[in-house]
């Protein structure tokens, strides 16, 4: 009796302990233009990622023209791409000057398939947890 219900407070723990996601801060990502595609009407899209993690760079920017292309989103929608391994979302900001559009996508956050999701946080903005005291 004893070993059953260890190995069901066994059992109970690790299956719960699998499903947990951590979430982690990274405030230092890459930034660049990462795919350029040009029509043969002559217009050209530049695509470019900020805060980009480098594993899933490229992937994310082919999925973000994909995306431009496919469903043309307007400037400062929220977006979700999928990968082969995370679930990347974002904005887009999206600008235009005579034949040249430049689709910007700022990843916000990455939840990986091993649990761990990745929010992105400005290191240019303090972080406070404190109240501002008035003087009255």
Not at 39 to 60: A, L, Q
Not at 110 to 127: A, C, K, R, S
Request: charged fraction near 25%.
């Amino acid at each position: 009796m004893r070993k059953m219900a260890f190995l069901l407070l066994a059992t109970s723990y690790f299956s719960y302990s699998q499903s947990i996601q951590k979430v982690e801060p990274y405030q230092y990502g890459k930034n660049g233009m990462e795919y350029i595609v040009k029509s043969n009407s002559g217009k050209m899209v530049v695509v470019s990622t900020f805060n980009s993690r480098p594993t899933i760079i490229e992937e994310v920017a082919e999925k973000m023209y994909i995306y431009f292309r496919d469903k043309t989103p307007n400037d400062g929608d929220k977006i979700t791409l999928l990968t082969k391994n995370a679930i990347v979302k974002g904005t887009c900001y999206i600008k235009t000057k005579d034949h040249l559009t430049s689709v910007e996508f700022y990843y916000e956050s990455v939840e990986w398939d091993n649990g761990i999701t990745e929010v992105y946080h400005n290191p240019d903005v303090p972080v406070t947890s404190a109240i501002a005291d008035s003087d009255e």
